[in-house]
């Protein structure tokens, strides 16, 4: 079984910054590809970031620019380095895995691609 857990949110200001980790453990599964999503109350849980162990990384619109995708040389660790954060990007993120390949690149924005997901961790941004 593949455990994903999250670390690094809280309250931080409007312009402040937050780095959130997700540790993936229990089997060694195949990644393809790791994301991050999130959900406000009341609201659908949304794409944030995704990073392909081929290569590539994708953002949404709202994270372009301020939020940054990366992991660890061993691959066990993603982070998610958000800066210039907003009222708005208050939610619980989501750290999720896929083992599974996609052609089209647009598929990792998906929900549905992924296999794994964590239990989320807090972020509020106070303005």
């Known amino acids: 079984q593949v455990q994903l857990v999250e670390s690094g949110g809280g309250l931080v200001q409007a312009g402040g910054s937050l780095r959130l980790s997700c540790a993936a453990s229990g089997r060694t599964f195949s990644r393809s590809a790791m994301g991050w999503f999130r959900q406000a109350p009341g609201k659908e849980r949304d794409f944030v970031a995704a990073?392909?162990?081929?290569?590539?990384?994708y953002y949404s619109d709202s994270a372009t620019g301020r939020f940054t995708i990366s992991r660890d040389n061993a691959g066990n660790t993603v982070y998610l380095q958000m800066n210039s954060l907003k009222p708005e990007d208050t939610a619980v993120y989501y750290c999720?895995?896929?083992?599974?390949?996609?052609?089209?690149?647009?598929?990792?924005?998906?929900?549905?691609?992924?296999?794994?997901w964590g239990q989320g961790t807090q972020v509020t941004v106070s303005s």
């Open positions: 999720a895995g896929t083992e599974k390949s996609y052609a089209v690149s647009r598929s990792y924005t998906s929900i549905l691609a992924y296999d794994y």
């Open positions: 990073i392909r162990w081929g290569g590539g990384t």
